[in-house]
């Protein structure tokens, strides 16, 4: 994919894959939440660098928080709805072969979430 090869690429600048990746966020966060969600269950089930699997965790996180907080408590549908995404991020995220190139950056955005 995109993100693996950014990520894997000796030939681009620390700072230059940083600046895309950031683009490349903001153009995901143009989707609305069902379909950036998607998007990101979808990275990281197909993924298999561990650097890009823990950066798309923490923007669902980031994303997921914001949405819940939006949410009322008396909605328990739309609740529920985004447990069971928490739920699907976390099982995409701790199963599947990944390559770890430099940290746990899976493992570590898979435990800021549960806390």
Known sequence: TLLEALAST??????ARAALFRSIKE???RFDWPCR?????DI?????????????VTLFKDDWWRSVQALGMDDRKALAEERTRLIDILK??????VQVVDGMDTLTAALNIAR
Not at 10 to 15: A, K, V
Not at 37 to 41: G, P, T
């Open 92 to 97: 995409a995220t701790l199963s599947g072969d």
């Open 27 to 29: 153009a995901m966060q």
């Open 37 to 41: 969600f998607e998007l990101y269950r």
């Open 10 to 15: 000796g030939e681009i600048e620390r700072d």
């Open 44 to 56: 990281v089930k197909k993924c298999k660098v561990d650097s890009i699997i823990g950066a798309v």
